[in-house]
């Protein structure tokens, strides 16, 4: 690491570097300009700028030194990291630690990872983050966001999860949605509390970093958390104040496809915060699902989320605590919503791009799906048999022979086809509480990051309402035994 980055050390006293670059022949109003010396019209003895510190070579894209950063040893000196001022080649916006390192490990993963400070960069590259970066000591600049974007995507952003590092979170959104192009944003890791990456690693270990990094929220997330923050949108005045505001925020994205996307987004959410305010104060409610073995669904098919070494160590943090959002019941609609789409033919036929838009938690449900709509795009007079040798064919074998068992444990028969439109009713209504049930999801994850960040009571009774909402779910179900799935 020492190598890697350089690291050296600035001995104490004021002439050192003065004295060894003088015997070098190297001017005294060089040095000055380089920010190695300080001086001026009322300094007439020009002194070494860095002074008993560590000290860390900033490099450019193409790995030369252009400027230090120093931090003190010594720890009563006021200032505990220095670094050098703007100078001809220097240009702090315009920079970003450890960059010329980074490239190339960001680009092999297509993820670059945004830290507060270079002490946070060297210690993830300590546990194997090779592709970690910071600013200098200021908020993150347009320049740099578009250096990072040329890296990586969606690069991550991560923070501390105090308040400071919230409103570092907020900054880096402003700064971004005017500049959003298609396929290129941000996503948001917030450490739990009074814990910077290196105190996190060594406490709990790599996995718990790979947890977080595994956790960042997307952009649209971290907005809406922003904007609902408050918590209370019981009048019609506050919702229309709300409303207001979310669209303020996303006149400034210049792309116009990209503030579509974002209107549209927004405004679901807003959608089912509205339904959920109402149904919270006696909204009607769906008859309840009989639902075939929870053991055999924990088999059936993983959902996406994964568990590491670090997960146990972190459960007591806001982050960190597992949101109750995937279970028996979410894997299970996602299974009747794919046997649907293959045992009924017509919810393909008429319902396609709802099928293409449902938000799916199983990594290999997924691919059934994006695989069900490549076949029906290619022949859309397939029926149920055709479909499933087609995904047979497609290396789809096993995971069919796991849906039929899920068939199977249903209370009735497999379907018929003189019950298509109750089948098709039951498709759509279970695919309307999905989209639900993972818009509240979102608004859970972005709940609980503004919880870790300032623990209030308007932000932890935010967090119970959705908490309560979700439970409500349970017996939302479509009928699917009902309707002979």
């Given at each position: 690491i020492q190598k890697r980055f350089q690291i050296g050390?600035?001995?104490?006293?004021?002439?050192?570097?003065?004295?060894?670059?003088?015997e070098k022949n190297i001017p005294?109003?060089?040095l000055i300009e380089a920010g190695l010396l300080i001086g001026g019209e009322d300094i007439p003895d020009p002194y070494d700028r860095f002074r008993d510190r560590i000290m860390f070579p900033?490099?450019?894209i193409k790995g030369q030194v252009i400027a230090f950063g120093g931090?003190?040893?010594?720890?009563?000196?006021p200032a505990k990291y220095l670094n050098s001022p703007e100078t001809p080649v220097f240009h702090k916006g315009a920079i970003l630690f450890n960059h010329a390192n980074a490239r190339k490990a960001a680009y092999d993963r297509q993820s670059v990872i945004v830290t507060e400070g270079y002490m946070d960069v060297i210690a993830l590259a300590?546990?194997?983050f090779d592709n970690a970066v910071a600013p200098l000591g200021t908020a993150l600049t347009e320049r740099q966001l578009h250096l990072l974007w040329r890296m990586a995507p969606e690069p991550i952003l991560c923070?501390?999860?105090d308040k400071a590092g919230i409103k570092a979170a907020w900054r880096a959104i402003d700064l971004a949605l005017p500049e959003l192009k298609p396929g290129f944003s941000l996503r948001f890791a917030l450490l739990p509390e009074d814990l910077d990456p290196d105190d996190l690693i060594r406490q709990h270990g790599k996995g718990a970093m790979d947890e977080i990094l595994n956790k960042a929220v997307p952009m649209a997330d971290m907005l809406w958390s922003r904007e609902v923050r408050s918590g209370t949108?019981?009048?019609?005045?506050r919702r229309a104040a709300l409303e207001r505001q979310v669209e303020m925020r996303l006149e400034t994205i210049k792309d116009q496809k990209i503030r579509h996307f974002y209107q549209s987004d927004l405004r679901a959410r807003l959608k089912n915060l509205w339904a959920a305010s109402q149904n919270s104060h006696g909204g009607a409610q769906t008859p309840k699902t009989r639902r075939y073995?929870?053991?055999?669904?924990?088999t059936a098919f993983p959902q996406k989320r994964r568990t590491n070494d670090g997960s146990a160590r972190l459960r007591l943090s806001a982050v960190g605590r597992k949101s109750g959002i995937e279970g028996p019941a979410l894997a299970a609609r996602e299974a009747f919503l794919i046997l649907g789409a293959i045992d009924h033919p017509q919810i393909l036929e008429s319902h396609a791009e709802e099928l293409a838009e449902l938000d799916l938690t199983s990594s290999e449900l997924d691919r059934l799906r994006l695989s069900i709509l490549d076949a029906v795009s290619l022949n859309e007079s397939l029926d149920r048999s055709q479909i499933i040798a087609q995904l047979a064919d497609r290396g789809y074998g096993s995971a069919l022979e796991r849906l039929d068992r899920i068939r199977k444990h249903s209370s009735q028969p497999a379907a018929d086809a003189a019950r298509a439109d109750g089948i098709e009713t039951a498709w759509l209504q279970a695919a309307a509480l999905h989209r639900r049930h993972v818009a509240l999801a979102k608004e859970l994850r972005a709940a609980e990051l503004a919880c870790s960040a300032e623990l209030t009571q308007e932000n932890e009774a935010r967090l119970i309402e959705i908490r309560e909402q979700l439970n409500s779910l349970e017996g939302l179900e479509a009928s699917w035994d009902e309707q002979e799935i």
């Open positions: 050390y600035a001995p104490a006293g004021r002439q050192n570097l003065k004295k060894h670059f003088s005294v109003n060089l900033i490099t450019n931090r003190a040893l010594n720890p009563d000196v300590m546990a194997g923070f501390d999860g949108w019981d009048t019609p005045e073995s929870d053991s055999d669904q924990r």
